[in-house]
């Protein structure tokens, strides 16, 4: 006879104090960002921005007219860079999510409906957010991870350079350290991490 598992007790949200009563939820997407506040803050709580940089603007000042102190966003591909930093240069508290750690609510699934429960989620402080640093750490790290690509490109380059050629194996080794060795490089290539970052 097979054992029953334990039924899992569910939650109520509605129970669970509210600890961010001016949180509101976007979510990203390529083409428009749909963001929600409050049913209190607005008749309309519900609204779609685009993704240029007037669309952005025009969200930070109805969330700042809404009265929004911090907003919730899932990390989607690249998209949400644009509104995190417009957000976060207008003062709001902005919480980068992971996507995989929000669950979504049963049912079809809509930009709607993913707003809204970011919202509901951030109002009840269950969200733990992504690790960001800071802006001053930002531009280096881009160019440390670009570096980083030019190297492997750079690797890739001199692998595929040996393919053709018809010699024996010692010659090859030989050839590899005269292409790939620090002196067939400008200095450029070669210098200090502090001199890209600068």
Known sequence: MKKKS???SKINL???PLLEPSAAG?????REHWCVVPPSRCPNPV?????????????ADW????????VAMESTGVYWIPAFQVLEQRGLAVRLVNARHV???SGRKSDTLDCQWLQRLRSYGLLNRSF?????????????????ELVCARTTQCRSDLVPLDRPLTDDWALTSAITSRASFPDWANAPLTVWAT
Do not use: W
Not at 26 to 30: L, N, Q, R, S, T
Not at 47 to 59: H, N, P, Q, W
């Open 6 to 8: 334990p039924q899992k």
């Open 14 to 16: 509605n129970s669970l």
């Open 26 to 30: 976007i979510d990203i997407a390529h």
């Open 47 to 59: 609204r779609s921005f685009g993704t240029f940089t007037v669309d952005l603007e025009a969200m």
């Open 63 to 70: 969330l700042i007219e809404c009265g929004i102190k911090t």
């Open 103 to 105: 669950k979504n609510v």
């Open 132 to 148: 960001r640093p800071a802006d001053p750490m930002c531009v280096p790290r881009t160019y440390v991870r670009y570096r980083d």
